[in-house]
Nanobody
């Protein structure tokens, strides 16, 4: 079975930093795009950052110049380095990946989420 597991969330003060990790494991043939999303209660889930298999990145305007997405294709892991955190960054962060467990089969996989709380 393919699983995506996030880690690295927690409580941090405004202006602080966190690095989130999301590791894919199981039967993996290939991974295309990997993304980070976030969601707060009562709000729609929003795309925070994405990275293609070739390393091309995109960011939501709200996190540009503060967050950096990266990936390690050997470890099948995507990271989100979050700097200069603001209270409005508080959310559950989810990673997802367009992943092929076998040749010719591609699915969108999601992690269970990790909580980020930015508060004094």
């Amino acid at each position: 079975q393919v699983q995506l597991v996030e880690s690295g969330g927690g409580l941090v003060q405004p202006g602080g930093s966190l690095r989130l990790s999301c590791a894919a494991s199981g039967s993996i043939f290939s991974i295309n795009a990997m993304r980070w999303h976030r969601q707060t209660s009562g709000k729609e889930r929003e795309l925070v950052a994405s990275i293609t298999s070739g390393g091309s990145t995109n960011y939501a305007d709200s996190v540009k110049d503060r967050f950096t997405i990266s990936r390690d294709n050997v470890k099948n892991t995507v990271y989100l380095q979050m700097n200069s955190l603001k209270p409005e960054d508080t959310a559950v962060y989810y990673c997802n990946a367009d992943l092929s467990p076998y040749y010719g089969k591609t699915y969108a996989y999601w992690g269970q989420g990790t909580q980020v709380l930015v508060s004094s």
